[in-house]
């Protein structure tokens, strides 16, 4: 462990960190931290009779001062302590990074956009500028809350604010952590996986791995870090969970209807999962987002569990396949539906309710089940439901049975099965879903302005927005989007892609209008309304032309373009085109209409982010 000395700013290095006093630092990163070449380049410029702390940033000079004055001699900061040129590491920064955390004597949370006059609490109704602060919805800040025993809470000008023990009814409101784990009053054990999940289902990272190797250390497991894997760093960190818990409650996230009894009653009808709810038919969790709902569901035990069942239940072991997860849950039959049936996991919620977890055969696989269904009632997806008290008598039927679940979502771009259902039949039409497809040029452009996307992809990127899913629920417009982040600057902006007219007119849902529309959003603010696509006649541009000799686009003849839909200002401007790509076409072997979308950034602020992107991985590159 690498700890920086408070009088001069040196780096020095430690074996065994738990035999050394220091102080550790929080806060959320800026632009322009010195990083642990900086800080060693900074240490062989100087002269001896020079001090390096002189010529450290601001946050570093106020930092190793401030501990100093409290009597420490070394100080832990993460933008400066770890070599990030070696992989090795890193990975052992993370690993190590909530041990490192707790053994602190202290830990500094910095809240740089807190003034020094603002109290914990507010005077007015207003929320307090601390529990808004920014380091709240960061995800590395979790564990860096949980972890020390003290934390101490400053301003931007490095005031003390508070500290954890002090503040612990407030963090609780803010954060979701129980005052009783804040003051360490209760093991993070005794919590419920799901609700550890829940903490963190709000915040967010700027790589989308972080988002589950900053959660390692609060479920005590260790993994090696694959930057570049994308959401599967999740599915790891859960599979590494699996290993060492027998909680269930891992189980339990996304939509659970409130009664198991009513669900049945009102007539169900399972199919494949549409559009952005594919993810939600797999075991595992995509994020923890997907535990936002699953606070309050605690586990079982095995005693607890089994005196449930006339019959005696076989303990589950959860092993992970090829064909899915192997394991052995009591399942209780769903009325009307030979191919679905209900497993039942052991945990429940805040009422005492189990949660029955909805499972039917995969389309093709006959060893293997996929999770939820659709309520006919309200066309509505649920991954479960909860199994009232007073209908336990249910679990009397149970019948204890080897399953293979599908661990996740494999294949994000497959087609769902369009299978007509129950009262849909007639004048009532069924709608082709639509794709929104980004060739893998387009993606790989806005990649070089130094934006990173939301989730995976190769050959490029389709976005299927399926108007089937708005039956039942009075609505008439269907959307979805993907966001675009910077890696370093504080900027992004999501491309919402939606079918459907006004959502304010409210009328009968199969009279549903097939307009595909699209809007921007710029940091999360919608600027201006969506702007519906429609192609029309006009020549083609010439950015529409593939690098690749193997890509024929359309001629500019037979083309027929869309024209150009502009959203935004002068400084950050987004230029959306629909245009057509045959051979993208030609390769749809599926019911469905399909829109090939060309996007560009044009502004100010989009040329600066690109021109500083490129000199900071020119000087990665050299340094590498």
């Not at 800026?30 to 240490?43: A, H, K, P, S, Y």
């Not at 500094?108 to 003034?115: H, I, M, P, S």
């Not at 050959?459 to 979805?480: F, R």
């Not at 675009?484 to 892609?497: A, E, G, N």
């Amino acid at each position: 462990m690498w700890l920086l000395s408070t009088a001069r700013a040196e780096l020095h290095f430690f074996p065994d960190p738990t035999q050394i006093k220091y102080a550790i630092l929080s806060h959320v990163w800026g632009e322009n931290e010195q990083t642990f070449q900086d800080i060693q380049r900074l240490c062989s410029l100087c002269t001896p009779s020079g001090n390096p702390l002189k010529f450290t940033s601001e946050k570093i000079r106020r930092c190793c001062i401030f501990a100093e004055q409290h009597g420490f001699e070394w100080v832990w900061i993460d933008t400066c302590c770890i070599d990030k040129s070696s992989s090795a590491e890193l990975s052992e920064a993370i690993n190590s990074m909530f041990a490192w955390y707790a053994n602190a004597d202290v830990c500094y949370a910095f809240l740089d956009d807190v003034d020094d006059e603002e109290g914990p609490h507010s005077a007015s109704n207003k929320p307090s500028q601390l529990s808004q602060s920014n380091w709240f919805s960061r995800g590395w800040t979790l564990q860096e809350l949980i972890a020390p025993m003290y934390v101490v809470f400053l301003s931007r000008h490095w005031r003390t604010l508070g500290t954890k023990h002090g503040l612990a009814d407030l963090l609780e409101q803010v954060t979701g952590v129980d005052t009783a784990v804040l003051r360490h009053q209760r093991s993070l054990d005794d919590v419920s996986i799901a609700r550890r999940m829940s903490w963190a289902s709000r915040r967010h990272t700027t790589r989308v791995e972080d988002r589950a190797y900053s959660l390692m250390g609060l479920f005590g497991v260790h993994m090696p870090t694959i930057y570049g894997e994308g959401t599967h760093a999740f599915v790891r960190l859960q599979q590494e969970i699996i290993k060492q818990s027998s909680d269930q409650s891992i189980f339990a996230w996304g939509r659970v209807h409130p009664s198991f009894t009513t669900a049945c009653q009102t007539g169900s009808a399972l199919s494949n999962a549409h559009g952005a709810q594919a993810e939600s038919e797999a075991l595992l969790a995509p994020c923890p987002s997907a535990f936002s709902d699953s606070a309050n569901i605690t586990p079982l035990s095995m005693e607890e569990f089994t005196a449930k069942f006339r019959k005696r239940c076989r303990v589950p072991v959860f092993n992970p396949t090829s064909y899915g997860m192997r394991t052995t849950l009591p399942l209780v039959s769903v009325p009307n539906r030979r191919s679905a049936a209900a497993a039942v996991l052991a945990c429940q919620n805040e009422s005492g309710s189990l949660v029955l977890l909805f499972l039917r055969q995969r389309a093709g696989h006959t060893n293997t089940s996929v999770v939820g269904q659709y309520v006919h009632q309200t066309f509505e997806f649920y991954r479960a439901a909860f199994l009232p008290v007073e209908h336990d008598f249910l679990l009397n039927r149970a019948k204890s049975a080897e399953l293979y679940i599908q661990m996740w979502n494999w294949s994000t771009s497959r087609r769902p099965e369009l299978i007509p259902f129950p009262g849909m039949h007639g004048s009532r039409r069924i709608h082709r879903p639509h794709i929104f497809f980004f060739p893998h040029w387009v993606i790989a452009r806005i990649r070089r302005y130094g934006f990173q996307l939301d989730r995976p992809f190769e050959d490029g990127l389709s976005v299927e927005v399926n108007p089937i899913l708005l039956y039942g629920t009075g609505s008439t417009v269907a959307s979805s989007s993907i966001t675009f982040t910077h890696r370093t600057k504080k900027m992004s902006f999501s491309i919402v892609l939606g079918l459907g007219g006004d959502p304010s007119q409210r009328h009968d849902t199969y009279s549903f209008i097939e307009h595909p529309w699209v809007a921007i959003d710029f940091d999360g603010i919608r600027i201006g309304q969506r702007r519906r696509l429609e192609v029309r006649s006009g020549s083609p541009l010439e950015s529409y032309s593939s690098p690749h000799p193997s890509t024929r686009c359309s001629s500019p003849d037979s083309s027929r373009s869309q024209c150009p839909l502009r959203f935004g200002n002068p400084a950050r401007r987004i230029k959306v085109e629909v245009m057509k790509w045959e051979e993208f076409h030609a390769a749809q072997k599926n019911d469905s209409i399909v829109h090939v979308l060309n996007v560009e950034l044009k502004g100010s602020s989009y040329v600066m982010a690109s021109e500083r992107f490129g000199r900071d991985r020119l000087l990665y590159m050299q340094q590498s």
